[in-house]
């Protein structure tokens, strides 16, 4: 289980500025659980799109959107819908933006803050992966994670040490900047490079002090 929260409208709204067309993506899976992208939340989100003059251009709930293949098969029947749309609202944890990212060509924004829980919780089918920074940043690294992509976790772009696309850390793996650089260039959204991200809020980064004092997290532990 990944639990997710969904971000403040007025931050999503920002996400959209200069866009009208939106297609509005939700997960059955974990975000159906969390009360923050299933078929209620896909409901309620498409009116308030509507209230802020947004064109919803279509919507579809798919079980498991960090599933690769089932977000493809998913959307395979509203092809028009996606084309139509501007951009892609995705509704559930920072695993699932990134394979919806990964899967479709169209700008992908997310919906949502992983929280975090402290602990491995399942298992992850894809390659994509989340560190439950519970901030998510995926609306400017083109849906590619910053904190896992990159070996530095760095949130404000390369650290210029990267030789032939690899990472100077770790040369078996590709340099995470370079990889969002690629995906921005290709869904044309260099722009968001220039934009000053504030430092991580490193609390977020940690459990919750509730669920700290729980005798299942003790447990776990
Ligand atoms: S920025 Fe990365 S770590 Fe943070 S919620 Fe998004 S995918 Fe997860
Ligand atoms: S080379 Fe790339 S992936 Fe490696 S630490 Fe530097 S920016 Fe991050």
Not at 14 to 41: H, M, R, T
Not at 89 to 110: F, I, R
Request: some cysteine.
């Amino acid at each position: 289980m990944i639990l997710s929260e969904q971000k403040p409208f007025e931050e999503i709204l920002g996400y959209l500025e200069g866009e009208k067309n939106i297609f509005v993506l939700g997960c059955d899976g974990c975000a159906q659980s969390s009360g923050s992208g299933g078929p209620v939340q896909v409901e309620e989100m498409k009116k308030k799109l509507a209230g802020a003059g947004k064109k919803v251009t279509g919507a579809k709930v798919i079980s498991f959107l960090c599933e690769k293949a089932l977000v493809k098969t998913g959307l395979r029947g509203r092809v028009d819908e996606v084309a139509a749309a501007d951009s892609i609202l995705v509704m559930t944890c920072g695993l699932g933006v990134q394979a919806v990212a990964a899967s479709v060509n169209k700008v992908c924004h997310p919906a949502c803050n992983t929280i975090n829980l402290g602990g491995s919780r399942g298992e992850w089918p894809g390659s994509e992966r989340c560190k439950e920074c519970g901030q998510c940043l995926l609306d400017y690294t083109g849906g590619i994670c910053p904190l896992t992509a990159c070996t530095k976790s760095l949130i404000s772009g390369a650290c210029g040490g990267a030789n032939k696309g690899k990472c100077e850390v770790s040369p078996d793996r590709d340099c995470g900047w370079e990889l969002i650089y690629n995906r921005l260039k290709s869904k044309g959204q260099l722009g968001k490079l220039k934009v000053f991200l504030n430092p991580l809020d490193h609390a977020k980064l940690m459990p919750r002090p509730a669920m700290m004092s729980t005798s299942r997290y003790a447990l776990e532990q």
